[in-house]
């Protein structure tokens, strides 16, 4: 007996709706990263070179465009964090399909009938929690920073407006 464990062949050698599935949600982790270490990179950035209000500015419109950069993207890992558990969640269910059509097509409930259909179940389930647990972290984490910044530049922007009319 040569029982190998592989999870590509998990995700692979089943239907192409587990396929489909499971190439969905590694899509929706890798676009997830890459917004992830894009924001890692900006605040980075910020950290060296704080973005800074100038009184020469047009401040009513220059602290929204600030902070566009760090709002930019961060729709999607909302996103990923709410739909990537009932996409794997959908997965899971097809895999169990697979698993009870197996057992009427075979008349057994040998573990060798069940196994793939549970395993692409699972499979997917771990997928949609892999995609949806970095994505709401990441996403509550630069969330929150740019909503202080946002706060932080707009105070300054209302101080630079009342020094100034101050100084009429």
Same mark, same amino acid.
């Given at each position: 007996?040569? &029982?190998? #464990?592989?999870? %590509?062949?998990? %995700?692979?050698?089943g239907d192409i709706v587990v396929l489909a599935t499971s190439i969905l949600l590694v899509i929706g982790s890798v676009i997830s990263w890459m917004i992830i270490?894009?924001?890692?990179?900006?605040?980075?950035?910020e950290r060296t070179h704080p973005t800074q209000l100038h009184p020469n500015d047009n401040l009513n419109l220059v602290v929204d465009r600030l902070i566009?950069? #760090?709002?930019?993207?961060l729709w999607f890992l909302s996103m990923a964090s709410v739909v990537a558990p009932f996409i794997g969640l959908f997965g899971t269910i097809w895999g169990i399909m697979m698993a %009870?059509? $197996?057992?009427?097509?075979?008349?057994?409930?040998?573990i $060798?009938?069940? $196994?793939?259909?549970?395993?692409?179940?699972?499979?997917?389930? &771990?997928?949609?929690?892999i995609v949806a647990i970095p994505a709401a972290i990441a996403y509550q984490y630069f969330s929150k920073k740019s909503d202080t910044l946002y706060d932080e530049l707009d105070d300054a922007r209302k101080e630079i407006i009342c020094e100034f009319e101050r100084n009429k």
């Open positions: 007996m040569n &029982a190998t #464990f592989s999870l %590509f062949r998990i %995700f692979t050698s270490i894009e924001k890692i990179r900006l605040w980075g950035r566009k950069p #760090f709002d930019k993207n %009870f059509s $197996a057992i009427g097509t075979n008349q057994s409930t040998n $060798a009938v069940i $196994a793939p259909g549970l395993a692409a179940a699972l499979g997917t389930t &771990a997928l949609g929690l």
